[in-house]
């Protein structure tokens, strides 16, 4: 999660991700932030997030983009 918190503030600088849980629906996450943390995420985790989990319930908050995560590297 550490590494995720630090790919996040990388992008998307002065936001409080650890407490935050409406980073699409208070807008501080727009579509280029989301196509860079995906290209971050896959080359970090070795993950393939296809476009079906680029949903606002999976980049709303830190938490969440790590159950993602967590959930990607499983399959």
Do not use: H, Q
């Not at 550490?2 to 935050?20: A, S, T």
């Not at 699409?24 to 996450?29: A, E, Q, V």
């Not at 980049?59 to 959930?71: E, G, Q, T």
């Amino acid at each position: 999660m550490e590494k995720l918190l630090e790919i996040l503030e990388d992008v998307v600088p002065d936001v409080d991700f650890e407490g935050c849980e409406t980073l699409i629906d208070d807008g501080l996450l727009d579509s280029f932030a989301i196509l860079t943390i995906v290209g971050e995420l896959e080359d970090e985790f070795g993950v393939s997030v296809t476009p079906a989990e680029i949903v606002p319930e999976n980049f709303n908050s830190a938490k969440a983009l790590w159950s993602m995560v967590l959930r990607l590297k499983e399959e």
